[in-house]
Nanobody, 124 residues
Framework: QVQLVESGGGLVQAGGSLRLSCAAS????????MGWFRQAPGKEREFVSG????????DYADSVKGRFTISRDNAKNTVYLQMNSLKPEDTAVYYC?????????????????WGQGTQVTVSS
């Protein structure tokens, strides 16, 4: 079992920034991929960003490209999502996810464990 704990969500005005963190613990593999997804009220969960094991390969949804940055610290088993220039449409519950695959993947079905989610609210 792998446990994921997100933090860093909150309320921010449009144009502001937030940094989300996700700490993994438990039976983490020696190599694993991580991703961030989000779900707004009445909408399906969608891919936001992903990062491979070494951090050299990242992927972003078009809606956040240029504004969000994903990174990871393998020594701390932690992945981060720096969110800048936030917009009201970024409002959602953000989830981090763990994949036993080392590469980046946009398909939520390839992720094995999920965090409990952290609320991000952007006011206009």
């Amino acid at each position: 079992q792998v446990q994921l704990v997100e933090s860093g969500g909150g309320l921010v005005q449009a144009g502001g920034s937030l940094r989300l963190s996700c700490a993994a613990s438990g039976r983490t593999g020696s190599i694993y991929g991580m991703g961030w997804f989000r779900q707004a009220p009445g909408k399906e969960r969608e891919f936001v960003s992903g990062i491979n094991w070494r951090g050299g390969n990242t992927d972003y949804a078009d809606s956040v490209k240029g504004r969000f940055t994903i990174s990871r610290d393998n020594a701390k088993n932690t992945v981060y999502l720096q969110m800048n220039s936030l917009k009201p449409e970024d409002t959602a519950v953000y989830y981090c996810a763990y994949s036993s695959r080392w590469y980046v993947d946009r398909d939520s079905a390839t992720y094995d464990y999920w965090g409990q989610g952290t609320q991000v609210t952007v006011s206009s």
